[in-house]
Structure formats: structure tokens, C-alpha cells
């Protein structure tokens, strides 16, 4: 009995070694890619015991269209469309020069990534310093797979264009790749049967009253399943968001009501409650920033309760006493303020915090921060020439009854709404708000095609004149190629 006792324990321990030695996982997890996508992807896949291997499928640089570079959405399209439906497990590579390392784009056009592949290819995206794109059409992913690509991307040094189509998830977990530490620049989520909650997530990944996503350039939420609920709540997103420059929610279900939201962050709004409350935390932080050296008077409708006002000294000869102490030391501070701006900026290693959100721009007669010796200016001079990336600390808001009054989103330079259930009726809330839009700024194109209004009604007719002069390429009815097509 004792012999077969041993006997078993010493086959239980034989069997205990050889999963140590041959568990795939810690195998992967050890494994060092080489950065060429050829070698380590297959080599990959054999480790984790994988039987039917995509082909990785490498496009020299010679058929690459330099046209193209940067992740082109147009043509990503176009070859989509060409692509056969639920081809072939094939990794779709385009290099950047010869070397098997410079891989630059990575497509899967219509066959489904399971765990495993996802796993790999997670594994293999860190070690492609010269990827810049990727897309994944009708892959298959799942939220599982969403969240663990949106930890890889942070890895990748390179890759800012991301392509995710055709993949409806459960959970709609699309918004993290919108996250406010998320590189991408250009994010392309076309028909992902997004509805009013995967908008209402998207929405708030682009502002709130506290944060915004500062990177992303362009958005394509086309033929998805948003209605007037998911519009406004894209809207609300963009109320504070001063990065996006492009938007498409052709292809929906937006009615009147979402598109009045969307013209109204267009020209100027007023903010509510909560953006209020951040706008005065803002202004005071900055008003005690040493590193501005600018204390600006706020208004009656930005002070806090508890501040009280110039006006609130008894008497008038206070009044007049403490205003003349004011000019006097306006005059004698000037110069002070000015060499210890410079001097703080010069030797403080570690600014204050929110001077991080504050970008100065470079004059005409030199880089900023060169050995060029520019003028001293005051501290109001130095306050116009201070861009503030935060919108609350524009310096264009008016009060008007009570009301703090925001300009609109002009930062947003293309909106495209073609294709939805907008009427006649909303049209002039749009005219009315690029009208207020200044001159140099605001959008330069509204495709508004194919929606539930004649062509040649008058706000129409005005919108597209409108266009034509602010974008000389505009030409009214010209197809939107990268979006008419269903493609998915």
C-alpha cells in the first residue's frame, strides 16, 4: 500500500513540474518580442497552443500611398468596402520602409479575434514603435477586449488613430478610449449599434464641469442608433471640449430636440450651477497664482458669498482712499511683478499646477523659451497674450441677468448630421448660432443633407452660403464619400 501511496504522490509531483515548465501563460509573459510583427505574433499564437494561426500579411512600403499616412479615415473606408466579408484570418500589415520592424498600420477586416489573439496581440502592440494605426472591423470584441486594449494603448508610443467598427459591445464600453489620459487623436466607432446610454458615457469622456479630453481631434459616431436623448447628452460633452475638431453623427436617429442641443453649445450659453461653482474654484486658484502674479477683480456673479466686494468699504472717502492706494501701487508693482514673473519662470523647477493648463504662444520673432531678449509687458499685456485651455477662464464671458454667459464650441470646426430626422423647424436655431460664431473661428462645414427637410428652404439655402464663404472646398451637395455607404 505504501508503495502505491509514493507511487502516486511522486506521478502528482511530475505532473505539478511539467505544468510549472510549460504553463502557456507565464511562457507568454516572459516572452521578448523582437518588434517584428512577423516573427512574434505566429510564435505567440504557437505558445498558447493555438492551432489555426492568422497569416500576418505585410504590405511593402512601395504600395503604400504617401497620401494616405496619419490614418486617413476616407480611404480606410474605401478599402473596407473592397474587403470580402469574413475573409480569411489575415493580419493586414502596411510597413513603413523594408525593415520587418517598421510596422506602421495593423488591419483585421471581418474575422473574429478571440481572447487568445486578443491576448497576443496586446502582447505584440508595445514592442511597435513605429505603428501609428489600427483598425479592427467586424473582429468580434467584446468589453473585456475594449478594456484591455485601452491599457495597451497607453503602452504604445506611436499609435493615435483607432478604428473600431462593426463590434456592438453589451456594455458600450467605447467611452474608455475617450478616457482624459487617452493619446488618440483620431477615433472612428461607425456602426456599433451605439444607443442614448453608449452617447451619454461618450459624452461625459469628452468634458464635464471638472475634466475634458484634451487629445482627441476627430470623432466618427456614424450609423449607430443615437437618438435626441444621446445627441444632447454628445452635446453636453462638448460644452467644455476644446480639442475635437471633427464630428459625424450621419446616419442616426437625432430629431429636432438633439439637434437644438447641438446648435445651442454652437453659439453662446449660459452655464449652469455646476460650472458656475468650477469656474470660481478656477479664477481663485489662478488669481492666487504666483506664478501669473495677477490678482483680477471678479464679478459679482464669479464671487464666492463669502468675498466681499470693492464696493462694500462704508463711505466714500474709503472708497476713493483705497482706489488711489490701488493706483499707486499698480504703478510701483508693475515692474516688480515683471521681473519676478520672469524670474519664476527662470528658476522655479516646479510651477504651480494649474500653469500646466496655461499655454503661452510663440511670438513671430522666435521659439519660446530662445535666448532672444523680448520686452517686459504688464501683467494685463501678459494676460492676453495667456491662453487658457480651460473654457471657464475664457475671458470673453459676459454677465447678463444674473447669468454667466459662455461663448460657443468654436473650436469644433466639421459637424456632420446628414442622414438623421432633423425638420425644417431646427434650422434657424444652427443659422442662428454660427451667425454669432466670429470671424477666423467656429465650424467651416455643416453637412446637413438628407434629413426631413426640403433642400431649398430658406435656412437651408442661408446655412450652405454661409459655408461656402467660411470653406472655399465646400461645394453644396457634394457626397460625404467616407460615410454614404452603409460599408458594415
Given amino acids: 500500500m505504501s508503495r502505491k501511496r509514493s507511487e502516486k504522490v511522486k506521478d502528482k509531483s511530475d505532473k505539478g513540474n511539467v505544468g510549472v515548465e510549460e504553463d502557456p501563460s507565464k511562457m507568454t509573459d516572459e516572452y521578448q518580442c523582437s518588434g517584428s510583427l512577423e516573427t512574434d505574433f505566429p510564435g505567440l499564437c504557437a505558445l498558447l497552443g493555438m492551432k489555426d494561426i492568422p497569416a500576418v500579411s505585410a504590405k511593402q512600403p512601395a504600395c503604400a500611398n504617401p497620401e494616405t499616412d496619419g490614418g486617413n479615415m476616407e480611404d480606410s473606408q474605401s478599402q473596407m468596402k473592397t474587403a470580402p466579408l469574413w475573409s480569411k484570418p489575415c493580419l493586414q500589415v502596411e510597413l513603413e520602409s523594408e525593415d520587418p520592424r517598421s ?47 485601452r491599457n495597451t494603448l497607453s503602452l504604445c508610443s506611436n499609435l493615435r488613430t483607432v478604428t473600431l467598427e462593426g463590434n456592438p459591445l453589451p456594455q458600450q464600453s467605447y467611452h474608455l478610449l475617450l478616457s482624459e489620459d487617452s493619446v488618440l487623436t483620431h477615433l ?54 476644446r480639442a475635437l475638431l471633427c464630428l459625424s453623427l450621419s446616419n442616426n436617429q437625432i430629431g429636432d430636440s438633439g439637434a437644438a442641443h447641438l446648435a445651442t453649445i454652437l453659439g453662446q450659453f449660459a452655464l449652469t450651477h455646476e460650472e458656475v461653482v468650477e469656474r470660481r474654484k478656477l479664477l481663485l486658484e489662478r488669481d492666487q497664482s504666483p506664478s501669473l502674479g495677477v490678482c483680477a477683480e ?61 499655454k503661452v504662444p510663440r511670438g513671430k520673432g522666435g521659439k519660446l523659451g530662445g535666448k532672444e531678449k523680448h520686452p517686459s509687458v504688464s501683467e494685463q499685456e501678459l494676460a492676453g497674450l495667456v491662453e487658457i485651455v480651460s473654457p471657464l477662464l475664457e475671458q470673453s464671458v459676459q454677465h447678463r441677468d444674473g447669468h454667466v454667459i459662455l461663448p460657443g464650441n468654436a473650436a469644433l470646426t466639421s459637424l456632420n448630421l446628414a442622414g438623421n430626422r432633423i425638420t425644417e423647424r431646427s434650422l434657424p436655431l444652427f443659422l442662428s448660432a454660427l451667425q454669432m460664431q466670429t470671424e477666423g473661428s467656429g465650424l467651416l462645414r455643416l453637412s446637413l443633407q438628407r434629413n426631413r427637410f426640403p433642400p431649398d428652404c430658406e435656412s437651408h439655402v442661408k446655412i450652405q452660403e454661409l459655408m461656402m464663404l467660411r470653406d472655399p472646398l465646400n461645394k453644396p451637395g457634394a457626397a460625404q464619400t467616407e460615410e454614404e455607404g452603409q460599408g458594415a
Fill in 103 to 149: 510596422v506602421k498600420s495593423i488591419k483585421v477586416f471581418g474575422w473574429k479575434v478571440d481572447e487568445l489573439i486578443a491576448r497576443v496581440l496586446n502582447k505584440t502592440l508595445p514592442s511597435l514603435s513605429k505603428l501609428q494605426s489600427l483598425q479592427l472591423w467586424q473582429a468580434g470584441l467584446t468589453d473585456r477586449m475594449v478594456i484591455s486594449l
Fill in 298 to 358: 471678479l464679478s459679482p456673479t464669479d464671487r464666492p458669498p463669502s468675498m466681499p466686494s470693492s464696493t462694500s468699504l462704508s463711505g466714500k472717502g474709503a472708497n476713493k482712499g483705497t482706489s488711489k492706494k490701488r493706483e499707486t501701487a499698480k504703478k510701483d508693482e508693475k515692474p516688480a511683478a515683471n521681473l519676478a514673473g520672469a524670474t519664476a519662470k527662470k528658476e522655479d523647477p516646479k510651477p504651480n499646477k494649474k500653469s500646466s493648463d496655461l
Fill in 188 to 241: 472612428s466607432l461607425r456602426n456599433n449599434r451605439i444607443g442614448d446610454e453608449g452617447a451619454r458615457l461618450i459624452g461625459s469622456a469628452l468634458s464635464t464641469a471638472r475634466s475634458a479630453n484634451k487629445n482627441l481631434l476627430s470623432l466618427n459616431l456614424a450609423f449607430n442608433s443615437i437618438g435626441d436623448a444621446g445627441a444632447a447628452h454628445i452635446a453636453q460633452g462638448l460644452r467644455l471640449n
